[in-house]
């Protein structure tokens, strides 16, 4: 048996997890700020070539073409919020609020899925619909609201926040400035001011949908500055609402440290 705690396990997972994005995060980062790549369909690994990059203070709002995400009042589980700063003193302030899951099939499930077909998703929710029911999966909407803290001073292109969106990678994320570490199937960078939202799939057990499993996943939640990213973290606030506290989520690790690298929380199953 091991004798590692739970805790141990969650951060170890993390800091291997992060490890696996630095590498194309500080290749993505260069490749921004060597040049203007052309457009063209991102390839799965990074390169001068293949990404196409919005520009931090131009981010088009995608035309839903009157489709529109479910809100459900008091759905709230979590929210996240911190300051990153970019070498030239150019701050951002970060919000992510994380909403309750609905089931993929449900109403409100399909509401979303509407809602991303008219904005032209290309993630695995959109493009691979058969493995929502296959997956038992629910959807989640995450809320992404990044404001200015630094009047006069742009934030730099060449600077970026690593998003932690539930079980990552899996899903989609729009209307904020981003890029992708690793090319199309990357994690997300956020590089610049705006707000919009993600949302992300989260499988269930045995092909039954169940929104309740969203804490017994292994996900996580918030920002990270890697080390080797030219950004720092601030005022990290990590709060569960009432909703969101369950005997699991409650014992998930804040990990919020002096070395201002990441300011998230999750949970891993082993």
């Not at 990153?84 to 150019?90: D, K, M, V, W």
């Amino acid at each position: 048996m091991s004798d590692r705690t739970a805790g141990d396990r969650t951060v170890g997972d993390r800091m291997r997890r992060l490890a696996l994005a630095v590498s194309s995060a500080v290749l993505v980062l260069a490749v921004l700020a060597a040049c203007s790549p052309p457009a063209g369909k991102p390839k799965p690994k990074p390169s001068a070539t293949a990404s196409t990059v919005p520009s931090p203070s131009n981010m088009p709002t995608p035309d839903a073409g009157g489709a529109s995400l479910p809100t459900i009042a008091g759905d709230e589980v979590l929210r996240i919020t911190t300051r990153a700063t970019a070498p030239n003193g150019a701050a951002i302030d970060l919000a992510m609020t994380v909403h309750y899951p609905v089931g993929y099939d449900t109403p409100e499930g399909k509401s979303v899925l509407d809602y991303l077909a008219a904005i032209g998703d290309s993630s695995d929710i959109t493009t691979a619909p058969a493995e929502l029911a296959t997956q038992g999966a629910s959807l989640q909407i995450i809320d992404l609201v990044v404001t200015s803290a630094s009047p006069g001073t742009d934030w730099p292109s060449t600077s970026g926040v690593l998003l932690d969106l539930g079980p990552n990678n899996t899903g989609a994320a729009f209307g904020v400035p981003l890029t992708r570490a690793g090319g199309s199937q990357g994690s997300y960078l956020l590089i610049g001011i705006g707000k919009g939202h993600a949302v992300t799939a989260i499988p269930g057990t045995g092909g039954a949908v169940d929104p309740a499993d969203w804490v017994k996943q292994n996900t996580y939640y918030g920002m990270s500055a890697l080390v080797d990213l030219p950004v720092t973290l601030s005022a990290c606030s990590i709060t569960l609402t009432t909703k969101g506290t369950t005997p699991e989520s409650s014992a998930w690790i804040p990990n919020w440290e002096p070395g201002h690298v990441y300011c998230s929380t999750g949970a891993v199953n082993d």
